[in-house]
């Protein structure tokens, strides 16, 4: 049991925080709203041949096809694009510098407005990994809607299986309306306000004030979470290989986690803003 239990942290170490992360979408000021831009994240050394998107938009409630993001190989820490193949290539190399055809991939999943959604699932399982946008609602007049405009995954943030939106700083719209190259005259590159490639990972562990995550092991079902004030939490639970397995935001102190089988998980705590992690065990 010591031996498998050695093992289930190494693997843990391993595998337990390799995940894409969504942290920007961009709808351009050039004609057809160009550059579309989404961002990701690769953090830690991930394996896109295991990840899909998706997307849903406009007052749609079901979710599109998923397109495959094996073209993107393995990352390590690094950021990769999707941008709509209506010839956004061009447009997008022009604003965003760092965006070039060996981190990027080009696709019509990217056909996005400031009213529509989108998510990154895992192809085998469908467990969604991370999400921008509440689903089944048309972000029309909403808080997180983003026509010509940039979202921006707040830092230390994230992966967030559930839409969360103080995660996310989201310009005023039409804040590109008066930015590229494309116009005349032409305005400020787009990548001088938007600033792809800014998100760092928050690696404090005790971000948290007085956080508190016991028993552990859990024997009986039930996790308790309390921290100094005890606010709102988002809390994630991924298993060993990284699968995200709940998902849950509550100001309750107790986590029915009887669901879940025995093993070793990390737990993922959000509260205003700051993040922190634990390794948990469910006997």
């Not at 409630?61 to 990352?75: M, P």
């Not at 941008?83 to 060996?102: H, K, R």
């Not at 552990?216 to 004030?229: A, F």
């Amino acid at each position: 049991m010591k031996k498998l239990y050695t093992l289930s942290l190494i693997l843990m170490s391993a595998f337990g925080f390799s995940q894409p992360v969504l942290t920007a979408f961009v709808d351009g000021p050039c004609p057809g709203g160009l550059p579309k831009v989404c961002e990701i994240y690769a953090k830690g050394t991930v394996d896109f041949t295991q990840f899909s998107v998706q997307n849903q938009t406009n007052a749609n409630t079901t979710w599109g096809t998923a397109v495959d993001l094996s073209s993107l190989g393995t990352r390590t820490n690094s950021f990769v694009y999707i941008i709509y193949t209506n010839a956004n290539i061009a447009v997008a190399t022009t604003e965003f510098p760092m965006i070039v055809a060996g981190n990027s991939i080009e696709n019509n999943v990217m056909n996005l407005n400031g009213d529509d959604r989108l998510r990154i699932i895992n192809t085998s399982s469908e467990a969604v990994i991370d999400q921008f946008g509440v689903s089944d609602i048309d972000g029309t007049g909403t808080s997180w809607e983003w026509l010509d405009t940039y979202a921006k995954r707040n830092n230390g943030t994230g992966p967030d299986g559930a839409f969360i939106e103080s995660n996310w700083t989201i310009a005023p719209i039409n804040t590109l309306d008066t930015a590229g190259s494309c116009l005349t005259p032409p305005g400020p590159q787009v990548q001088t306000i938007v600033n792809l490639g800014s998100y760092t990972l928050s690696l404090n562990k005790n971000a948290i004030a007085g956080l508190k995550v016991y028993p552990n092991p859990v024997e009986n079902g039930t996790l308790y979470i309390s921290t100094d004030i005890n606010a709102e939490k988002s809390i994630q639970i991924y298993d060993i290989l990284g699968k995200q397995v709940l998902n849950k935001v509550t100001a309750a102190e107790s986590i029915n986690v009887a669901a879940l089988k025995s093993g070793v998980y990390i737990v993922k705590i959000t509260e205003e803003g700051n993040t922190a992690s634990r390794k948990l065990v469910i006997k």
